[in-house]
Structure formats: structure tokens, C-alpha cells
Nanobody
């Protein structure tokens, strides 16, 4: 059973930055996909970004393109989400998700393809 632990959330002013971390209990392998999703109160869980381990392919949701960057450190079994130019509408609980599969592009943004989920970390963007 893979365990994912998120950290790095908090309160930030509009235009500010945060870096989220997702540490996996499982040693990183050459395959698999790790992503970030977010959910605001009363809304559906929304895809944010994902990275495929095999070829480092990255994929972003339209609302965060150009502002967020996903990266990974296999030695530390950690995936990061660098969030810049944050907006109030980015406020949500951010969840890390993983699967042992190398997802194809059309599946990378779909939450039903991820088997493992973290508990989430809260991000609040407010002045």
C-alpha cells in the first residue's frame, strides 16, 4: 500500500507563491504517474498537474498553465508543485495522487485513473 503525504500549504496573499510537496512511502520506480488535484468547498475535485515517471512527461490543467510547475525528485520519492502568481480562486485543498501505471495523455488528468491519494493540504489565497 502506497502512502502519500502532502505538505507546504498555507495562507498567502494574491500574487504570492507556495511550494507543495508530496512524499511517497514507496521507492520511486521507472514507471508510474503522480499528480495534483484540488477541491474547493462545494466544487468537484479538479485536475491541476501531473508528471509521468517513465519519460518525465508533464501535463497541466488550463487554469494553472504558465503559473504552476510540477517536478520530482526520485531520490527523495517526492513530487513538488511550485505555485506562482496565486489567485483567490486557487484556494482549495490540494491532494496528491499516484498510480503505478504510465498513464496516456488522455487519462493523465482524470482522477479515476489514480489509485492512491493523500489526505490533502489546504491552500488559502487571500489578502
Amino acid at each position: 500500500q502506497v502512502q502519500l503525504v502532502e505538505s507546504g500549504g498555507g495562507l498567502v496573499q494574491p500574487g504570492g507563491s507556495l511550494r507543495l510537496s508530496c512524499q511517497s512511502s514507496q521507492r520511486a520506480s521507472s514507471s508510474g504517474t503522480v499528480g495534483w488535484f484540488r477541491q474547493a468547498p462545494g466544487k468537484e475535485r479538479e485536475f491541476v498537474a501531473t508528471i509521468r515517471r517513465g519519460d518525465n512527461k508533464k501535463y497541466y490543467g488550463d487554469s494553472v498553465k504558465g503559473r504552476f510547475t510540477i517536478s520530482r525528485n526520485n531520490r527523495e520519492n517526492t513530487v513538488y508543485l511550485e505555485m506562482n502568481n496565486l489567485r483567490p480562486e486557487d484556494s482549495a485543498t490540494y491532494y496528491c495522487a499516484a498510480t503505478s501505471s504510465n498513464l496516456i495523455l488522455s487519462s493523465m488528468g482524470r482522477k479515476e485513473y489514480y489509485n492512491y491519494w493523500g489526505q490533502g493540504t489546504q491552500v488559502t489565497v487571500s489578502s
